[in-house]
């Protein structure tokens, strides 16, 4: 796969099959659209010009910072992602120099570049300076445009918006239902202060970094060594127990023998696969009532383990 940054790394193609969009997290709806330009791209004989127009960082979060929550993704997971998935040409561009291109000048790039394009874009696209572009805009300057139908779960449509609102919020299994897999927070590991292991629950602790951290509670969540996956209780917060300030994403991982403790030393950077929230944040009075309320927070992970203890997780950055 080519990775391009700049409008002017862009090659000349004689045909593209092409969409647009910000492809955070990769959700099901994302998803549909790729199927589409692929399955159609697989029946021409020129198929490899496979192409797709995103953003470094979300339009949103430059447009209007005050509402964004946070990415899905960490930072570098699209590329990986669409290589995987078979894309050519991956454009990873930068919003802020791309924002106020209107939709005219952006299509007449378009077509400068590239002879043919057939273009995949969801049924709500828009583009453009001040979002002026839309489907019918797109319609009335190509022969090949393909709408993708909304793609729906429980009545409501799927978007990038929606799931972070969801992670937010806690409600991790709706989120991963409409992400199609675990969602997943990868990150460097920072020193932590040893007060896990001082009561029997040695974590991993996690650098906040620009993904979505999950309301303040305790996660069931899954961590991977190697080809083994373990069950793990994941707490986020600010320990109220101990009037703390900073806040924390802390994982005790279940199960780990000596070895495997070793190789776990070993990792700077960990990834955490979250499946479902167990409990609220709570302020306790004293370090051995949360010792004895963290032995019943592992009973209910353990349990759910046993239930349900897989992960789904197509991508590996």
Same mark, same amino acid.
């Given at each position: 796969?080519?990775?391009?940054?700049?409008? %002017?790394?862009?090659?000349?193609?004689?045909?593209?099959?092409?969409?647009?969009?910000?492809?955070?997290?990769?959700h099901l709806g994302h998803k549909k659209i790729i199927d589409e330009l692929m399955k159609f791209?697989?029946?021409? %004989?020129?198929?490899?010009?496979?192409f797709v127009i995103t953003f470094k960082k979300s339009p949103l979060e430059i447009l209007n910072p005050s509402i964004f929550k946070g990415y899905v993704f960490p930072f570098g997971c699209k590329e990986e992602v669409f290589e995987k998935l078979g894309i050519d040409y991956l454009a990873n561009l930068d919003f802020l120099l791309l924002k106020d291109i209107t939709r005219e000048e952006f299509v007449n790039f378009l077509k400068e570049k590239f002879k043919r394009i057939n273009i995949f874009i969801g049924y709500d696209?828009?583009?453009?300076k001040e979002n002026m572009g839309?489907?019918?805009f797109l319609k009335k300057n190509f022969e090949n445009v393909f709408v993708v139908d909304k793609v729906d779960f429980d009545g409501e449509r799927i978007s990038s918006s929606l799931i972070r609102d969801l992670i937010s919020n806690g409600e991790? #299994?709706?989120a991963n239902r409409m992400l199609g897999r675990n969602y997943f927070i990868y990150s460097d590991e920072i020193k932590g202060d040893g007060l896990g292991r001082r009561i029997g629950f040695p974590t991993i602790n996690l650098k906040i970094n620009e993904q979505i951290l999950p309301?303040?509670?305790?996660?069931?969540?899954?961590?991977?060594?190697k080809e083994r996956i373990f069950p793990a209780m994941t707490y986020i917060g600010k320990r109220p127990t101990i009037d703390g300030t900073e806040m924390r994403? #802390?994982?005790?991982?279940?199960?780990?023998? %000596?070895? %495997?403790?070793? #190789?776990?030393?070993?990792?700077?950077?960990?990834?955490?696969?979250?499946v479902k929230k167990t409990r609220e944040e709570k302020k306790l009075h004293n370090l051995? #009532?949360?010792?004895?309320?963290?032995?019943?927070?592992?009973?209910?992970?353990?349990?759910?383990?046993?239930?349900?203890?897989?992960?789904k997780d197509e991508f590996h950055c």
């Open positions: 796969m080519k990775l391009i940054e700049t409008l %002017e790394d862009f090659p000349n193609l004689e045909e593209v099959f092409l969409t647009i969009g910000n492809f955070d997290g990769f791209s697989q029946q021409k %004989e020129s198929n490899r010009n496979r696209f828009r583009f453009g839309d489907v019918d991790i #299994e709706k309301s303040t509670g305790v996660y069931f969540t899954i961590y991977k060594l994403n #802390e994982t005790n991982i279940i199960g780990l023998n %000596e070895v %495997e403790v070793m #190789e776990l030393s070993k990792i700077k950077k960990h990834k955490i696969y979250f051995e #009532e949360l010792k004895n309320l963290l032995y019943n927070d592992r009973e209910v992970i353990l349990s759910l383990f046993k239930a349900n203890g897989g992960i």
